[in-house]
Each structure stands twice: as structure tokens, then as C-alpha cells.
Nanobody
Framework: EVQLVESGGGLVQPGGSLRLSCAAS????????MSWVRQAPGKGLERVAT???????RSADSVLGRFTISRGNAEHTVWLQMNDLRPEDTAVYYC??????????????WGQGTQVTVSS
């Protein structure tokens, strides 16, 4: 059974930090690109950061310089370090796993999400 289990969300004041974790099981973790995708209230999905199987990462402009994605293939875990949090970062954060053949998506998995609320 494939599982992506997020943890680390919560309530934080503006300017604060949180570290999200996503523990993966049930698939070959090292074959998958891992992402953090968020959905703010009333808005669509935003892919905030992605890291491929060899550790090359990219981030959305909205979080560049503040959020860092990393992965441990031995631990089957991906993390999102979030610094200098802003109220507009408030969202449900989802862990996402994808494997592709070129541009063709082969498999995709989602976690259940963890709430991040930035408020004073």
C-alpha cells in the first residue's frame, strides 16, 4: 500500500519557521520526484517546491529564498523547511510523488495534507 504521511504543520506567527516532513512507503522512493503542493483557502493548487530523484531542486517564485526542499532516499522522507513565513503562506500542504517517462506521467501519489496557518 502506497502511503505519504505529512507532519509538522501548525500555527506560527509571521516571520516564524516550520519544517514539514513526508514519510513515504509502498513504492520505490528513489525513482520518484517529490514535491510540496499547497492549496490556500478558496484558491487552486500551487506547486511550491520539487526535488528530483538525484536531488536537483526548484522552487516557486513565491517561496524562493524562504523555503527549501530536501530528501533522504535512505529514510524515504522529503522535508520542506519554511522560513520567514507570511500570512499568505497559510494553506494545506500536500506531499506529492511523481514518476515519469520523459514528459509522460506514469504514477502519481498524494498525501492527506497538513495545515499551516501563519497568523499573529
Amino acid at each position: 500500500e502506497v502511503q505519504l504521511v505529512e507532519s509538522g504543520g501548525g500555527l506560527v506567527q509571521p516571520g516564524g519557521s516550520l519544517r514539514l516532513s513526508c514519510a513515504a512507503s509502498g513504492f520505490i522512493f528513489s525513482d520518484y520526484a517529490m514535491s510540496w503542493v499547497r492549496q490556500a483557502p478558496g484558491k487552486g493548487l500551487e506547486r511550491v517546491a520539487t526535488i528530483n530523484s538525484v536531488g536537483s531542486a526548484r522552487s516557486a517564485d513565491s517561496v524562493l529564498g524562504r523555503f527549501t526542499i530536501s530528501r533522504g532516499n535512505a529514510e524515504h522522507t522529503v522535508w520542506l523547511q519554511m522560513n520567514d513565513l507570511r500570512p499568505e503562506d497559510t494553506a494545506v500542504y500536500y506531499c506529492n510523488a511523481q514518476t515519469r517517462a520523459g514528459e509522460i506521467l506514469i504514477y502519481e501519489y498524494w498525501g492527506q495534507g497538513t495545515q499551516v496557518t501563519v497568523s499573529s
